[in-house]
């Protein structure tokens, strides 16, 4: 029998190559054809988190979040729109973050099903939407996606092993007991490798650089925010994991977490570098 951690590492040695390539290698189009069939199956276990237990409404509920996916492919470039729809989306983030802050006072405001599936879809959606913009919309695109999905593997890695190693003080006790400021510290700074490297690479003036490795951690801590609030919903629904497709990892959804609120804040930080 294989320690959790012992799957955790295999399953993401098997997915880990497949993912890369997927992002480089593939047109676009694929790309969020891709990235669109994660988000429907991530879709069908948050359902699970409103409460809907029955095929028939979480299938409807994976319905309504792919049309919205083919309707917002129009969006789905660089643009002024995706761009404010990013702020607005880091904005209700933040309001996330205070809800964390404050369970379980405040349940009974949001532990309803249609605000918890409200929820779903301004997280998923707009996530789709930014990574799917930030792949085409420069002929380097697909290695900025590789890029934030780097940044959140390094900083989930990181904090993973820190916090196993240092960890002593609980980060949010009552949504993921098992989450560490020194897990947190561990992350940070694994990104912040992550960060330099990924400013040498690009090439990039050598003036951004304190703006690019603040937007990276920034990035990060976004990237926790969206890890806690699936927790949240998680302990409120009374369920461990979302899913239990990947061995170690548990669903779709336990993994794309983090990227959720990750990448609308990137895209945000990463238009607006081109006036820097």
Not at 42 to 70: D, I, K, M, N
Not at 130 to 154: C, I, K, N, T
Request: glycine share 10%; aromatic share 12%; proline share 5%.
């Amino acid at each position: 029998m294989l320690s959790s951690l012992h799957q955790r590492l295999l399953t993401a040695a098997v997915l880990l190559p497949l993912a890369v390539w997927a992002i480089i290698a593939l047109p676009t189009r694929w790309f969020a054809t891709g990235a669109a069939l994660l988000i429907a199956m991530a879709a069908w276990e948050w359902a699970r988190l409103c409460g809907w237990r029955a095929p028939l409404h979480r299938g409807a509920y994976t319905a309504v979040v792919v049309v919205l996916l083919a309707w917002g492919l129009g969006w789905a470039h660089p643009s002024v729109a995706l761009w404010v729809l990013s702020g607005v989306i880091a904005a209700l983030w933040c309001i996330a973050l205070a809800l964390i802050a404050r369970y379980p006072n405040g349940t009974q405001r949001w532990d309803r099903p249609w605000i918890k599936a409200a929820m779903g879809l301004l997280a998923l959606v707009p996530a789709w939407l930014v990574l799917v913009a930030l792949h085409g919309g420069r002929p380097d695109g697909p290695y900025w996606v590789l890029f934030v999905l780097a940044l959140v593997w390094a900083a989930d890695s990181g904090a993973f092993f820190a916090g196993r190693r240092f960890g002593r003080r609980k980060l949010a006790p009552r949504v993921s007991p098992g989450k560490t400021r020194e897990g947190v510290l561990g992350g940070l700074i694994a990104a912040a490798a992550v960060a330099v490297a990924g400013f040498l690479w690009a090439g990039l003036p050598g003036g951004i650089m304190p703006y690019f490795v603040g937007l990276s951690l920034v990035t990060v801590l976004f990237s926790v925010t969206g890890d806690l609030l699936v927790s949240m919903l998680k302990r409120a629904s009374g369920i461990k994991d979302s899913g239990h497709i990947l061995p170690g990892h548990g669903g779709i959804l336990d993994r794309v977490d983090s990227l959720l609120a990750a990448a609308p804040l990137f895209f945000l930080g990463y238009m607006w570098m081109e006036y820097l």
